[in-house]
T-cell receptor, first 111, second 116 residues
Framework: AQRVTQPEKLLSVFKGAPVELKCNYS??????LFWYVQYSRQRLQLLLR??SRESIKGFTADLNKGETSFHLKKPFAQEEDSAMYYC?????????????FGTGTRLTIIP | GAVVSQHPSRVICKSGTSVKIECRSL??????MFWYRQFPKQSLMLMAT?????????EQGVEKDKFLINHASLTLSTLTVTSAHPEDSSFYIC????????????FGQGTRLTVV
């Protein structure tokens, strides 16, 4: 079954330290993966998508098909990075489009 | 950027009544809209996917007669919780994907439903 796994519910990192939020997926087809972020009292918003291979707010994520992973990384954490992060998988099941989310990781940056 | 507006943001209703939640894409046409339910401190659970002009596709375990979804236009989808019970109290979130362009979904601000 298609699934997104985020093994860490909580992650605390010191300001300036590197950050890595883990995401693994299970899908037999070609995956389309996203990272969404939710800041305090705000709605979910897109952070980045694997197709674009972009860096947003210093974050990058590389799709590793061999390890079925899409980990989110940032070399130097900033206080404003504290938020809830969700990894999401877009796929088609018998022609029906779906967008499913992992359980999320709450990232806290320690000043 | 693309904006999705969800209304109401909060609603309290009595058991047995029905509640309608609207999800509008304000500046783009959305062929596909997703409806989610989020329990406290948990992730978003996909309830159904709706496509403009056709029936919604519900996830396993979601009662389609209880959670009626209508996607009659390219900018509006509605979720009606029928004969609401206290266990339906939750945070409901919609998202919309544009007809053309990037495939990411844009999210509404969510609706907090409390059934008393």
């Amino acid at each position: 079954a298609q699934r997104v796994t985020q093994p860490e519910k909580l992650l605390s990192v010191f300001k300036g330290a590197p950050v890595e939020l883990k995401c693994n997926y299970s899908y037999s087809g070609s995956p389309e993966l996203f990272w969404y972020v939710q800041y305090s009292r705000q709605r979910l918003q897109l952070l980045l998508r694997h197709i674009s291979r972009e860096s947003i707010k210093g974050f990058t994520a590389d799709l590793n098909k061999g390890e079925t992973s899409f980990h989110l990384k940032k070399p130097f954490a900033q206080e404003e990075d504290s938020a809830m992060y969700y990894c999401a998988l877009r796929f088609f099941n018998f022609g029906n489009e779906k967008l499913t989310f992992g359980t999320g990781t709450r990232l806290t940056i320690i000043p | 950027g693309a904006v999705v507006s969800q209304h109401p943001s909060r609603v309290i209703c009595k058991s047995g009544t029905s509640v309608k939640i609207e999800c509008r894409s304000l500046d783009f046409q959305a062929t596909t809209m997703f409806w989610y339910r989020q329990f406290p401190k948990q992730s978003l659970m996909l309830m159904a996917t709706s496509n403009e002009g056709s029936k919604a596709t519900y996830e396993q375990g979601v009662e389609k007669d209880k959670f009626l979804i209508n996607h009659a236009s390219l900018t509006l989808s509605t979720l009606t919780v029928t004969s609401a019970h206290p266990e339906d109290s939750s945070f409901y979130i919609c998202s919309a994907r544009a007809r053309t362009g990037p495939t990411e979904a844009f999210f509404g601000q969510g609706t907090r439903l409390t059934v008393v």
